[in-house]
């Protein structure tokens, strides 16, 4: 199993970002997919989650009505569509995948919104 994110940088306050996590080793359609972040100092919070079909969603609070995160079961990858950041949001973002009974994570990728 294999998770690779990419998608982080640095963006201005109001900006946006696209997260991608490409996934290999398993059967990526079967598997519903969750993003994590873990700013300076904190714990790793959970970000959003998607279903196997894109028909179950969830969202922290914290980034409702900014983030969106969708699927391509063609490509294996799981996105994260990032808008109207703020510099709260900076942090390392993980992408996860929960299989009989294990977590596989990813490297991570930084994402950091400065002026």
């Known amino acids: 199993v294999q998770l690779v994110e990419s998608g982080g940088g640095l963006v201005q306050p109001g900006g946006s970002l696209r997260l991608s996590c490409v996934a290999s080793g398993f059967t990526f359609s079967r598997v519903g997919m969750t993003w994590f972040r873990q700013g300076p100092g904190k714990e790793r919070d959970v970000v959003a989650y998607?279903?196997?079909?894109?028909?179950?969603?969830y969202y922290a609070s914290s980034v409702k009505g900014r983030f969106t995160i969708s699927r391509n079961n063609e490509k294996n990858t799981v996105y994260l569509e990032m808008n109207n950041l703020k510099p709260e949001d900076t942090a390392v973002y993980y992408c996860?995948?929960?299989?009989?009974?294990?977590?596989?994570w990813g490297q991570g990728t930084q994402v950091t919104v400065s002026s």
């Open positions: 996860k995948a929960h299989m009989d009974g294990v977590d596989y």
């Open positions: 998607i279903g196997l079909d894109d028909n179950i969603y």
